[in-house]
């Protein structure tokens, strides 16, 4: 195995840090490997704000889902998919009127261009979690960076056209941290040749025999097995129905308006 792959098998989401702060040179790394990750286009379709103050930090911590571990982490890293600056560009430089008349028309940011701009946005945070671990420094996504859109939206000055898409916090390993990798299902549930295979209901129960084996009678939801465990946890989760109404929210903008 080589180094990369070292590094990526080795990394796992860290959630506590030791004392060692982040020099500037680390943060530029981590930065630079984001940026130089491949983007659409060579549009780099994504904006990343650096949370520095404490406050805010704390802020975040709480608007997402109540996590304190979050406001201890030495660098927050919120990654937004971002059409604006081009949007901007466009507009500065004439497209509207240039459109007229012509084959095409001027339309503001729609679905796909979200899409493509999260594509984007993800490739280069986890360009910055690669990096980051190769000095070891752990990470930690935050996918509830998507809740609360409108606080979070204030809080973070964004503008049309931009949504926080994820969120990643990082911090050295404290000294002797156990680096366990976690389960993933196995490989011939997720790779599929030449087309998408349709599992029978008994490799279902197959792929997930050892996430079954996690049941616990005495859960506080009174579910009868795993999945339902787990979506009492998760997806049906307050946190989830929030997630989903702000994702709305944010989704709202995308419509490729006539501009
Ligand atoms: C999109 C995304 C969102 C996540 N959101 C959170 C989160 O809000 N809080 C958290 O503690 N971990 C979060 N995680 C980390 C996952 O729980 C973790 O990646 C998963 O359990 C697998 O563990 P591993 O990263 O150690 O292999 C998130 C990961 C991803 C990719």
Not at 85 to 110: D, I, L, S, T
Not at 196 to 214: G, K, P, V
Not at 239 to 247: G, I, L, P, V
Request: glycine fraction near 4%; aromatic fraction near 12%; charge should be negative.
């Amino acid at each position: 195995m080589n180094e990369v792959l070292e590094v990526i098998e080795q990394r796992i989401s860290l959630r506590a840090y030791s004392d060692i702060p982040i020099s500037s040179e680390e943060e530029e790394a981590i930065l630079h490997a984001a940026m130089r990750a491949p983007t659409a286009g060579n549009q780099m379709l994504y904006s990343m704000i650096i949370i520095r103050d404490q406050e805010r930090k704390q802020l975040l911590s709480e608007l997402c889902d109540h996590q304190p571990f979050i406001a201890k982490a030495p660098l927050m890293i919120i990654f937004a998919a971002d059409h604006h600056k081009w949007f901007r560009y466009y507009q500065k430089n004439n497209v509207k009127q240039f459109c007229e008349g012509k084959a095409f028309q001027f339309e503001a940011p729609q679905e796909s261009d979200l899409l493509l701009a999260i594509q984007d946005t993800m490739i280069a945070a986890q360009n910055s979690v690669i990096a980051a671990e190769s000095m070891n420094i752990g990470s930690c996504y935050i996918g509830d960076i998507m809740e609360n859109g409108e606080k979070i939206k204030e809080l973070l000055n964004l503008p049309q056209y931009t949504m926080p898409i994820g969120m990643v916090v990082y911090g050295h390993y404290p000294q002797g941290f156990p680096k366990l990798p976690k389960r993933r299902f196995d490989k011939q549930f997720v790779v599929f040749e030449d087309e998408y295979q349709q599992l029978s209901d008994e490799q279902i129960d197959e792929m997930f025999r050892e996430e079954d084996a996690h049941y616990d009678p005495n859960n506080p939801h009174q579910a009868e097995n795993y999945a339902q465990q787990f979506y009492a946890r998760k997806t049906g989760a307050s946190f989830s129905k929030e997630m989903a109404r702000s994702a709305r929210f944010w989704l709202k903008q995308w419509d490729g308006r006539l501009l």
